[in-house]
């Protein structure tokens, strides 16, 4: 059984999404310094105390150490709890933290559009779920 977290501070990513008549509630726990052990890797903070979320790197709050955002990224691992949109199964999985690129026919305009997604099955009808990046005008 997967440990929702209790606060968002937590997370390096948290989403709760509708998908027809499925849900989708994912999230990634931020991991521990990897050379000293000892806090959670977070974005750095402004001069202001404020946390950069557009920073390209991730740094340890306790020894200062800096990881690049996708070298740290790549090592973390997305919960993920859902229902599914095409046979109402309700499970839990996990998933690596990384957005695949896939090719999507938009309605409302006919065109093809490419939208970066974390993909997993479904356990029981193994279909295919995506939980798309927040796009503007999407």
Do not use: H
């Amino acid at each position: 059984m997967l440990k929702e977290p209790e606060s968002m501070e937590e997370c390096v990513y948290f989403t709760y999404r509708n998908i027809k008549d499925g849900k989708v509630r994912a999230w990634v726990s931020r991991e521990k310094c990897p050379k000293c052990n000892n806090a959670l890797m977070g974005k750095p903070r402004g001069e202001n105390g404020k946390i950069r979320i557009r920073a390209k790197e991730y740094v340890c709050p306790s020894c200062g150490f800096i990881m690049q955002e996708e070298e740290y990224e790549d090592t973390l691992t997305c919960n993920i709890k859902y229902t599914c949109p095409y046979c109402s199964n309700e499970d839990e999985t996990q998933v690596p933290f990384k957005r695949k690129k896939v090719s999507v026919l938009n309605e409302e305009t006919g065109k093809k559009t490419s939208l970066e997604v974390i993909r997993f099955q479904c356990k029981k009808c193994s279909k295919n779920i995506d939980i798309t990046k927040k796009m503007k005008g999407i």
